[in-house]
C-alpha cells in the first residue's frame, strides 16, 4: 500500500476505534464557524502540500493540534466539517460518522479520480468507396466506435481501483489494521505499550516498533514533551 491508501484506511480506523476523537472534532465547530461563502473560498485558497499556510478552518486546526495529528488530517478534518450526511438521520453520532467516511471517501476518490475519457477515430478509411449515410447509420458507427474505446478504458482504468480495495483483503496488509490499531491507543488515546503488549499477547518491543514505523509512514509530527 502506498502512503495515500495507509491515510485512507488510519482515517477509517481512527472513527471506528476512537470515537471521542470524532466527536471533539464537531464539537469544536458548533456553531458553524464558516459560512457557506467562506467554504467555497477556501476550496480556492487550500494547498495541500500544505495546509497549514492557506488559512485552515480554526476546529479542525485546533483540533489537529489537541490530538497530536499530521497536517493530513488537517485536510481531511475540514472536509468532514463541511460534508452533509447522506440520510436525513436525527442521532448526531450517526450524523458525524456519516460525515467522517465521506471525507476520507472523498479524499480516496479524488486521488484515483480517472483520467478523461477520450478517443478519436476515422468513420471513413482513406480510399474507401463513398456511400451516402444516414443519419442513423453514421450514429451506429459512432457508437460501436466509442464501445470500443470504452472498453479498453475500462481495463486500463479500473484495474487500479480493484489493485487497491483488493490490497486491504491481503494478508501482508492486514497487519496495517493491528499496528494501527495500537498506533491510535497509544498516540491518541493516552495508553501505555506495555499495557498495549500485554492486551496483544506480544513483546512490548514489537508493539514500541510498529508504533514509531507507522507514525514515520503516516508523518505524524513528534511527541509533545510533557512535565
Same mark, same amino acid.
Given at each position: 500500500?502506498?502512503?495515500?491508501?495507509?491515510?485512507?484506511?488510519?482515517?477509517?480506523?481512527l472513527?471506528?476505534?476512537?470515537p471521542d476523537v470524532?466527536?471533539?472534532?464537531?464539537n469544536?465547530d458548533?456553531?458553524?464557524?464558516?459560512?457557506h461563502?467562506q467554504w467555497?473560498?477556501?476550496?480556492n485558497r487550500?494547498?495541500?502540500?500544505?495546509?497549514r499556510?492557506h488559512?485552515?478552518?480554526?476546529?479542525a486546526?485546533a483540533?489537529c493540534?489537541e490530538w497530536?495529528?499530521?497536517?493530513?488530517c488537517?485536510k481531511?478534518?475540514?472536509d468532514?466539517?463541511?460534508?452533509?450526511?447522506?440520510? =436525513?438521520?436525527k442521532? #448526531? *453520532?450517526?450524523?458525524e460518522?456519516?460525515?467522517?467516511?465521506? +471525507?476520507?471517501?472523498?479524499?480516496? !476518490?479524488?486521488?484515483?479520480?480517472?483520467?478523461?475519457?477520450e478517443?478519436?477515430?476515422?468513420?471513413?478509411?482513406p480510399?474507401?468507396?463513398?456511400? =451516402?449515410?444516414?443519419? #442513423? *447509420?453514421?450514429r451506429?458507427?459512432?457508437?460501436?466506435?466509442? +464501445?470500443?474505446?470504452?472498453?479498453? !478504458?475500462f481495463d486500463?482504468e479500473?484495474?487500479?481501483?480493484?489493485?487497491?480495495f483488493?490490497?486491504?483483503?491481503?494478508?501482508?496488509?492486514r497487519?496495517?489494521?493491528?499496528h494501527a490499531?495500537w498506533l491510535?491507543?497509544?498516540r491518541v488515546?493516552?495508553k501505555?505499550?506495555k499495557?498495549?503488549?500485554i492486551?496483544?499477547?506480544?513483546a512490548?518491543q514489537?508493539?514500541?516498533k510498529?508504533?514509531?514505523?507507522?507514525?514515520?509512514?503516516?508523518?505524524?509530527?513528534?511527541?509533545?514533551?510533557?512535565?
Open positions: 500500500m502506498n502512503i495515500v491508501d495507509c491515510q485512507h484506511r488510519f482515517w477509517k480506523l472513527g471506528d476505534r476512537a470524532l466527536h471533539d472534532l464537531f469544536r458548533n456553531p458553524r464557524v464558516w459560512t461563502a467555497g473560498e477556501r476550496v487550500r494547498d495541500p502540500y500544505n495546509p499556510d488559512m485552515p478552518h480554526p476546529a486546526l483540533w493540534d497530536g495529528l499530521p497536517d493530513w488537517l481531511l478534518g475540514e468532514a466539517l463541511h460534508a452533509q450526511p447522506s440520510r =436525513p438521520v442521532a #448526531k *453520532k450517526f450524523q460518522m456519516d460525515r467522517w467516511r465521506k +471525507a476520507a471517501s472523498n479524499a480516496i !476518490y479524488n486521488y484515483l479520480n480517472p483520467t478523461p475519457f478517443f478519436k477515430t476515422i468513420l471513413r478509411p480510399g474507401s468507396a463513398y456511400e =451516402p449515410l444516414t443519419r #442513423k *447509420k453514421w451506429e458507427r459512432i457508437v460501436a466506435e466509442a +464501445a470500443k474505446a470504452a472498453d479498453d !478504458y486500463k479500473v484495474e487500479k481501483f480493484n489493485e487497491l483488493a490490497a486491504f483483503g491481503k494478508e501482508g496488509n497487519k496495517f489494521d493491528l490499531s491510535i491507543a497509544n488515546l493516552g501505555q505499550m499495557v498495549i503488549a492486551e496483544a499477547g506480544v512490548q514489537a508493539v514500541s510498529a508504533i514509531t514505523d507507522l507514525e514515520k509512514q503516516l508523518g505524524f509530527p513528534p511527541k509533545r514533551k510533557t512535565t
